[in-house]
């Protein structure tokens, strides 16, 4: 693409920081940067024409972990560990507020529920037996027991007759977040290119040079903020992971409020006003949804339509609206990875299925590796 003169100079000339991907990791970073330094040149770069991976994709959960997720993680990390991811969920979901403002992003602390399968026993007691010691660990984070155990008030079927609830949990209108975002962005003359995909970057020393599919120019930094699609710039653990969910059109009396996980995190559902949205099944094909490629696969979509119909909705007659379909990040762990790949780059990568809460965190440490 040949660019005039005023593009050069105005656009792409005196670039201070460059952030690779508009998503809630990215804008959050791009936000940090303005904060200290007011004065500096901060563009974006995004392929898509919208956010093209989660943040404009999600469920809207502002999540921090459900019970049976947390005693998962302890498989695989310490304590220590898991509290501090906790933590860094927590205080990113309260930072996002503090940034946008509740009313922006439709936040509604409706309270989390996880549901367990009647199949499954076994699970649910490990569950019950471990709450008393998960609400100890929290207590430094949140100050009250995080977790109690509530009767199945919604008629769900299929399920044990008691959920494990937490007040802390709510829900967001994910577009408007992002919207509220990316306006935020706009008035503090932060810009944003969309459209635009990074190929390539060379980190010269005193400056990074950066190869897109239309143009080249070069930048002070450079923050890489791509998640699930990390792989095509850097070599680190982080892979990428297709969700796909689907929404019902709006149901009559729906009594349905708050948000609701199931098997671990791999399913989880809510409302939207008076909708229905459901999305997971991953775990059904673990392989086949390590793509970048958007898509619905038949497997995935029976077996949501099946627990949608048994477990959700039983008896009621509902139609399904739309089915979409959004692209993770995730590794052997499930801290991001943030950290710096050469004097002048930077990545902050590896979202996972709770990226709302983190992303924002991650963000901001994210823009503090250039301090
Ligand atoms: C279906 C689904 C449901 C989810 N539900 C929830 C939920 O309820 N609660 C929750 O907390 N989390 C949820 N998540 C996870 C959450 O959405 C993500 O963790 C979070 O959005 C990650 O944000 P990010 O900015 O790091 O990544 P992304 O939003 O993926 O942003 C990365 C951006 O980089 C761009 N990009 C990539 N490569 C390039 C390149 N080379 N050049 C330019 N641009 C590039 C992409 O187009 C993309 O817009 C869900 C995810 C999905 C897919």
Redesign the pocket.
């Known amino acids: 693409m040949q660019l005039s003169y005023w593009e050069k100079t105005e656009w792409l000339s005196g670039i201070d920081f460059t952030i ?8 959050n970073c791009a936000l940090a940067l303005r904060e200290k330094h007011p004065k500096s040149r901060i563009l974006v ?4 024409i919208l ?13 921090f972990g459900s019970i049976s997720e947390l005693l998962d993680d302890l498989n695989t990390s310490t304590e220590e560990d898991m509290v501090k991811l906790v933590e860094k969920r927590w205080k990113g979901l309260q930072l996002l507020r503090k940034n946008l403002g509740d009313k922006k992003m439709d936040y509604r602390q409706y309270g989390g529920q996880e549901l367990f399968l009647k199949g499954n026993p076994q699970f649910f007691e490990a569950c019950l037996e471990n709450i008393d010691r998960i609400n100890g660990l929290l207590q430094p984070v949140f100050n009250e027991d995080v977790f109690t155990v509530k009767k199945n008030i919604f008629g769900f079927q299929g399920i044990q007759d008691r959920y494990i609830f937490t007040p802390f949990e709510g829900q967001i209108n994910t577009g408007k977040m992002m919207q509220a975002l990316l306006k935020l962005c706009s008035r503090k003359d932060i810009r944003i290119l969309n459209a ?4 390539d970057f060379k980190d010269t020393g005193n400056k990074v040079a950066v190869k ?1 599919d239309r143009f080249e120019f070069s930048t002070e930094k450079l923050f890489i ?5 990390a792989s ?2 850097l070599k680190e653990d982080v892979l990428p992971a ?4 689907l929404v019902t059109k709006p149901l009559k009396n729906l009594k349905i409020k708050g ?1 609701f996980h199931l098997e671990k995190g791999y399913y ?1 559902f809510r409302n939207i006003q008076d909708r229905i949205l459901f ?1 997971g099944g991953r775990n059904l094909d673990i392989s086949g949804e390590t793509t970048i490629e958007f898509g619905e696969t038949r497997i995935i979509q029976d077996r949501l339509e099946e627990i949608l119909k048994t477990v959700i909705l039983p008896g009621t007659s509902y139609e399904i609206d739309q089915r ?6 995730v590794g052997k762990h499930k801290d991001p990875i943030v950290k710096p790949l050469s004097g002048n780059v930077y990545c ?2 590896r ?9 924002t965190w ?1 963000g901001k440490e994210l823009a503090a590796l250039a301090d």
């Open positions: 690779i991907g508009s998503g809630i990791t990215g804008l770069l995004e392929k898509g956010p093209q991976g989660a943040s404009t994709k999600n469920a809207g959960f502002a999540c635009t995909e990074v190929l897109t903020a791509t998640n699930g699609f095509n710039l297709r969700a796909q969910v948000t989880y999305g979409w379909s959004g692209i993770m990040g902050g990568v979202l996972g299925g709770i990226g709302i809460a983190i992303g991650t």
